[in-house]
């Protein structure tokens, strides 16, 4: 798996590196929350895909992971998560092995 960096955002108006912690231009104070929101929409959607996950939604979480991955194409932690949930299956991770409901005799 590959360190993630953390994308850069610039200004529009004055082409300067935006702060990450303020979403603001340090150069003339534009609100930059919008374009932030841009340029993570992939770990955002990856992220949510987690959630997901963890309440059970394995269908939302493909969407997510699928949205996430159009956004960033080069997000590996979330094409690594689709090809696992992909080989898992539709019963999600975990599910193979598990035996299923069948008549005793």
Do not use: K, Q
Not at 2 to 18: H, Q
Not at 39 to 66: K, M, V, W
Not at 68 to 89: C, N, Q
């Amino acid at each position: 798996m590959s360190t993630l960096t953390d994308p850069e955002v610039l200004c529009p108006l004055c082409r300067v590196a935006a702060d990450p912690r303020s979403l603001c231009c340090p150069s003339c104070r534009e609100d930059l929350s919008v374009l932030f929101r841009l340029r993570y929409a992939g770990r955002i959607d990856y992220n949510r895909a987690l959630e997901a996950l963890h309440t059970g939604d394995t269908a939302t979480a493909l969407f997510r992971l699928r949205s996430a991955l159009a956004a960033e194409p080069g997000l590996d932690p979330a094409g690594e998560l689709l090809e696992s949930l992909s080989v898992a299956g539709p019963g999600g991770p975990g599910s193979a092995g598990r035996e299923r409901d069948t008549p005793s005799d």
